[in-house]
């Protein structure tokens, strides 16, 4: 079955495989700008992530069964142009993240953000679109690139699309809240780019797979300096502990769906750019970066985990806890074993599926009763038990209980770091699953359990997001489920999964055959 | 052994389904589930007892070394026999017992998902998979627990079971995990055959043992288990007496044959279980509630059964054993009766309910059968049981046993005074006031409710307690029934050589003579019941309340909520200038530790080319020192101004002109765009504290000088030729233009630019959507003025 599929993937050419997640939605916002028509407009997105999703699914078939796939953009040869490659960890998490897009995409049509009726709404839905792929297009960009500079630009990409997105439809407020995640983000674009200025003034190039072998001839003490900087850069993205401040004060502002995106796949590029950096071009300063990522994994995991017991709406809480977790996946990387990196990767795809779920939970619970505040929900299994189902299971999943894919992730993390003996790190990471369920048990008892409450009306019915309405629409339900579904399935095909997790930890540290395909 | 979990899985969703339609009945489809599980045992008994044991395995996630590994031996036959027979009978008295307007669907299935979890924690063979079904016990329970969550307590006691046993079953997992790789295997019945040993080892059993005392409720752990008594009472009967609590003790029973010879083994786990039994029986002696007199009642016989399977001889193990099914029977029956005497008569007030065995006799005999069962009385199956622990603490050599036999002798005693206090609370009449202070009178303000105002309790809230009972009397009698299987349990202990023979009499032994010693104690405490309680009323005021292990859950609640709240506080100040001053100071500090760590030369080639710079660059240092103290916005801007035409001048010097022409558009556009924002904008800055000034000049400072550092570092240490070299080389014959830049951008380096164009477009379309939005939703809000800021940074040249 894979055979016939990866034989099939092979008939593709490869610089279309590896281009069309970075191009495709480019094209096609610049459709959906030009053809604005509602059903039109609506139909691109919905034609465009799926072709994304199959391209992307035979990236990692290919990726898996011949190397790494690099793709020499214009032709020109790296290290001189711009190399696009794919590797397992790409294409694994180009893939998820596409799943997870199409599945927000069509729980925001449903709850009308995208497709809406007056005249308010309908400016929303013409910008929607656009940026929606535009962000697809920069997360997918920024999995792909090989090298430095590139990757600044993809950032660039993603995040003003998510600039828009976020301030789409806020009132005068939300655009202040917005206004931490934008300055903070511009900060951290600005210290990438001087980075990238050191790192181009220490080596003369800024392709990634050229940088190992230019930073090996570097002294041990720039190279170290670079590196520790390009944690704190990426650290910011990834709201790693004490850059990730802008997080749980700007997320909860946006609309569902959006914060949804964001919460799944923001922070995971960041990470994602910190796991290919430190290993692929730094690999000879882990003796130093690996003890400071693991403080700084310590530290998240424990005051992410703090701040989110210590919030009274349901979107603060998940925000902190997609910070706390941040915490996991770097701690899995800060051992620089096959096992620890794996243990991370497996924990990021986990972490992409269930954050992204539990956020469109949260947009349901408010859609039903207008707000997020758990002070003013309760009894909602009184009044919908599939409700209930909905956010256990993501609920469980996060706090790492058996048999869901956070424990699987979990476990492998507690295995690498006992391995390796790092007592202090495992003995964090269980104090920190016991009080994640500790904030998932204090939403259930609260808003869950107890005696129905009642709605609470719209506190801002001018915006484009109708909150406090009893009913819910099936689409936003049925799209829920099925993320829900997505991560059920983490578990079920957690063999198979997981062993991809170990040949993908096991690439990136050996590195050999991905300069070899971008390098010749 | 698969398909009885499957059976259990698909029988939960089934019966969640079925419940709004056949409302209580839907437990008579469920009771196919655990009915499933006797099946198994029925089946594999022969194989079992006959010492072959049966596997099953599937692998899961091979790279984890997980696997659904499953085994059936005479200790999991055992708990099977515990778990699926009693879990069949109170499934048939869930359908009695239940109500159409309880929370049917989430009691049905979860019940039923709990059955399943615990056939498959007594099943798995992989430690790993055993910690699955612990923790899936753990959030049934928890579910079940909160089962009535319009009330606060039961919703608090639900909590507090997940934090406690949760937290045991963490630590639990991490000792597993270690255990596991110090064994160099994953099966149960692989590291107890061999057991590793070290220090490593000891942190790890350590650790399963948190889990396996906090899951069977041992002091201190133990106030979780109490509270839990909000559930519906036949959940209380099964998890909360018969089978979840029991996967402690199971679990110590399990690793004991490995383990039991290490040095800190049985004082540490025989001490905790004594102190257990003491304190609960002490704490049950003191309860109006039926419930909770049962609740402590269950406490004190965990401690028992621990410290008895802890022991961890061939002798114990066979005391263990019986000591398991004695208790799970009578345990539940009386459960079970406290359920359906609160039924019949709406409360479980021993003070209110007055001589209701005379409505509900067969309950009664049925009752009374299993509290003597579990006061240890003769002819029944719990004085076998004790028989047999105290011969294997007598028989057992060193102080430390005689000690504990002690401490066993006298938790029996408690046993029989509260066995006898439910049965007279449950059942007897009251007698009249006497005048004499009687804790246990009538409280003012309360009317007794009498035989004649109860109805009696329906035939299927009976059965199971008669099964329950009958089970006990056979079993007390005819013991040579289960000779085959405490061999077999025992059989993997050192020392376990023939086949045990169980027997009611075993001629006047050192046993006969403390089982008469318990009884004519115990009879004695039951007798002197009003002056009992006095005794212990006054001996608890003189215990100071920090002794209270609940209390001490509630401060660590409080301590972590707190905690939380002022590291929140603290971290998440909400100030942007704040964080971005964090940003910046972690973004210069931690690559200059890496710098100083490892040590840099600071020589670059050239710093200065023409004298004319050092000019140019003193302008923009004045310029950005006037920007930054200038009080007047307009003066800033003006200043911010100028350091962007002098960093273009800069171009211009190192003959960059296209460059430069980029960078003065860019900084007219800004300055043009700022100054017209000012108009919105008060004149002036806000006033700031000197220490707020100092400490933002020591941040510019620190970031300056240290990105100077980095900067001076980095440009020192070039040993390869750049790119840029090989870009000129290659810009006329390859990309055919003369200026470099050019072919950079459209051609060797075309898909940044792509890139810089989409952000180019897509932040004009997000802006004019922000300024058009704002400007409809409320005008004159300072909206616009965010709207225009952001895009300054956005025109960058690529």
């Known amino acids: 079955m894979t055979d016939v599929l990866t034989g099939l993937a092979r008939t593709v050419p490869a610089g279309v495989l590896v281009g069309l997640p970075v191009l495709l939605p480019l094209l096609g916002a610049a459709l959906a700008l030009l053809l604005r028509r509602a059903g039109t407009q609506r139909a691109i997105p919905l034609l465009v992530l799926p072709v994304m999703a199959l391209d992307a699914a035979a990236l990692l078939l290919r990726a898996d069964a011949d190397g790494p796939l690099a793709v020499q953009a214009g032709n020109w040869d790296a290290p001189f142009g711009i190399s696009l490659v794919a590797d397992r960890l790409s294409s694994l998490l180009t893939l998820v993240s596409v799943i997870v897009l199409m599945v927000v995409l069509v729980y925001a049509i449903g709850q009308g953000v995208a497709d809406a009726a007056d005249e308010r709404s309908d400016r929303v839905r013409v910008v929607f679109h656009p940026a929606y792929l535009v962000l697809a297009s920069g997360v997918s960009f920024s999995f792909l690139t090989g090298d430095l500079f590139n990757l600044f630009v993809a950032f660039e990409v993603m995040l003003t699309a998510s600039y828009v997105l976020i301030t789409l439809q806020a009132g005068p407020s939300a655009v202040r809240s917005a206004m931490t995640y934008i300055v903070v983000s511009l900060l951290a674009s600005v210290l990438f780019v001087t980075v990238i200025g050191l790192v181009y003034a220490a080596t003369g190039t800024v392709n990634m797979a050229d940088l190992r072998g230019a930073l090996a001839e570097v002294p041990g003490g720039v190279r170290l300096s670079l590196a520790l900087l390009l944690i704190v850069v990426f650290g910011i993205k990834a709201a790693l502990f004490p850059l990730y401040f802008w997080l749980p004060d700007s997320y909860p502002v946006a609309p569902a769906p959006v914060t949804a995106v964001f919460a799944g796949l923001l922070t995971k590029v960041g990470v994602y750019a910190i796991i290919r950096t430190q290993t692929l071009i730094f690999p000879d300063d882990t003796a130093v970066t690996g003890p400071v990522l693991l403080v700084l994994a310590g530290a998240t995991l424990l005051v992410g985990i703090l701040g989110a017991i210590a919030q009274n709406e349901i979107k603060r809480v998940l925000s902190f806890t997609i910070v706390s977790h941040i915490g996991f996946i770097v701690m899995g990387l800060a051992f620089f074993t096959v096992a620890g990196v794996a243990g991370a990767v497996l924990y990021m795809v986990h972490h992409i599926v269930i954050q992204t779920t539990l956020f469109c939970v949260e947009g349901l619970i408010e859609r039903r009763t207008g707000t997020s505040r758990l002070d003013r929900i309760s009894g909602l299994t009184h009044r919908s038990a599939l409700l209930g189902v909905l956010f256990a299971l993501p609920a469980l999943s996060l706090a790492g209980i058996p048999p869901f894919s956070g424990f699987l992730a979990k476990l492998a993390l507690l295995q690498a770091g006992s391995a390796v003996g790092s007592w202090v790190i495992v003995g964090l990471a269980v104090l920190v699953s016991l009080l994640t369920l500790y904030s998932m048990a204090l939403i259930w008892g609260s808003a869950f359990w107890g005696s129905p409450s009642d709605v609470v009306p719209d506190e801002d019915p001018e915006d484009a997001v109708q909150v406090g309405v009893r009913t819910v629409p099936a689409t936003m339900t049925a799209a829920t489920a099925a993320v829900v579904l997505v991560g059920l399935a983490i578990p079920v095909l957690g063999g198979p999964l997981y062993a991809l997790c170990l040949r993908a930890a096991a690439d990136l540290l050996a590195a050999g055959p991905y300069v070899e395909a971008v390098l010749g | ?798």
Request: contains cysteine.
């Open chain 2, 1 to 798: 052994m698969l398909a009885v979990l499957a059976a259990h899985a698909g029988l939960a969703v089934l019966a969640g389904l079925l419940a709004p339609r056949l409302g209580p009945r839907a437990f008579y489809v469920a009771a196919l589930a655990p009915l499933s599980g006797v099946v198994l045992a029925l089946a594999a008994a022969p194989d079992v007892l006959a010492g072959r044991a049966w596997g099953r395995e599937v692998p899961w996630v091979p790279g984890l070394d997980l696997t659904v590994a499953l085994r059936l031996d005479a200790l999991s036959l055992l708990m099977l026999v515990l778990v699926s027979g009693v879990g069949t009978l109170i499934f048939l008295y869930c359908a009695s017992y239940a109500d159409r307007d309880s929370p049917l669907v989430r009691f049905a299935a979860t019940l039923t998902a709990f059955a399943g979890a615990m056939v498959g924690l007594v099943l798995a063979d992989d430690v790993i998979l055993l910690y699955v079904f612990w923790e899936a016990t753990t959030i049934t329970s928890y579910l079940l627990v909160g089962l009535s969550d319009e009330d606060r307590t039961a919703r608090r006691a639900a909590m507090q079971a997940l934090l406690i046993t949760t937290l045991g079953g963490l630590a639990m997992l991490l000792g597993l995990i270690v255990l596991a790789q110090q064994a160099g295997t994953t099966r149960l019945s692989e590291i107890v055959a061999e057991p590793p040993s070290g220090a490593l080892v000891t942190a790890a059993l350590l650790l399963v043992l948190l889990g396996a005392l906090t899951k069977s409720a041992q002091v201190p752990f133990h106030p979780w288990l109490p509270a839990a008594m909000a559930a519906p009472t036949p959940v209380s009967a099964y998890l909360h007496a018969a089978a979840m609590v029991k996967a402690g003790v199971y679990l110590v029973a399990r690793l004991a044959p490995g383990f039991a010879e290490l040095s800190w083994w049985r004082p540490l786990l025989v001490s905790v279980g004594i102190a257990t039994m003491l304190l609960g029986g002490w704490r049950s002696l003191r309860q109006h509630d039926l419930k909770s007199l049962m609740a402590y009642s269950t406490v004190s016989q965990l401690g028992f059964l621990t410290a008895v399977a802890a022991w961890g001889s061939a002798e114990s193990a066979v005391a263990a054993a019986l000591l398991l099914l004695a208790h799970g029977f009578a345990k539940a029956a009386l459960f079970l009766t406290v359920g359906a005497v609160d039924h019949a008569a709406h409360t479980r007030d021993l003070r209110l309910l007055d001589g209701l065995g005379r409505r509900m006799p067969v309950l009664a005999v049925a009752a009374t059968v299993a509290a003597l069962s579990l006061g240890g009385v003769p002819l029944l199956l719990g004085f076998i049981a004790k028989e047999e622990v105290y011969t294997a603490f007598a028989e057992a050599e060193g102080t430390f046993a005689t000690v504990a036999l002690a401490g066993l002798v006298l938790g029996s005693v408690l046993t029989l005074g509260y066995a006898g206090r439910f049965l007279w609370g449950a059942f007897a009449g009251r007698p009249q006031p006497s005048g004499a202070e009687d804790l246990d009178a009538v409280p003012a303000g309360e009317r007794a409710v009498a035989a004649q105002d109860v109805h009696a309790p329906g035939a299927g809230l009976v059965a199971p307690v008669v099964v329950l009972a009958a089970a006990a009397v056979a079993l007390g009698v005819l013991p040579a029934l289960l000779d085959p299987l405490v061999s077999a349990v025992a059989a993997p202990y050192p020392g376990a050589g023939e086949p045990v023979h169980l027997a009611l009499w075993h001629g006047v032994t050192p046993a006969l003579l403390l089982s008469v010693l318990t009884l004519a104690l115990g009879v004695a405490l039951v007798a002197a019941r009003r002056r009992w309680g006095l005794l212990q009323r006054s001996v608890g005021r003189v215990l100071p309340q920090a002794l209270d292990a609940d209390r001490t859950y509630d401060a660590a609640v409080y301590g972590l909520d707190s905690a939380a709240d002022v590291v929140t506080g603290r971290t998440q100040s909400g100030s942007l200038p704040r964080y971005l001053g964090v940003i910046a100071l972690s973004a210069t500090l931690l690559p200059l530790g890496g710098l100083a760590l490892r040590g840099a030369d600071l020589a670059p080639g050239v710093i200065v080319d023409r004298p004319v710079q050092i000019g140019v660059g003193v302008v923009i240092a004045l310029a950005a020192l006037a920007a930054a103290r200038t009080s007047s916005r307009f003066a800033a801007v003006l200043m911010l101004g100028g350091v962007g035409y002098g960093v273009a001048a800069l171009y211009v010097l190192q003959g960059a002109p296209d460059l430069a022409l980029t960078q003065f558009l860019v900084e007219t556009l800004s300055v043009v765009i700022f100054l017209l924002v000012l108009r919105l904008l008060p004149r002036r800055f806000p006033v700031q504290t000197r220490r707020s000034r100092l400490r933002r000049a020591a941040v510019a400072v620190t970031v300056g000088v240290g990105m100077t550092v980095l900067t001076l570092a980095a440009t020192s240490v070039r040993v390869r030729p750049s790119v840029a070299e090989e870009f000129v080389a290659r810009s006329k014959p390859e990309g055919g233009g003369l200026n470099v830049v050019n072919v950079i951008l459209v051609d060797f380096r075309g898909l940044d630019t792509l890139g810089e164009i989409t952000v180019v477009l897509i932040a004009a379309l997000g802006m004019s959507s922000l300024v058009l939005t704002l400007r409809r939703g409320r005008p004159g809000a300072d909206g616009p003025h965010d709207a225009v800021r952001r895009e300054e940074p956005e025109v960058r040249a690529p």
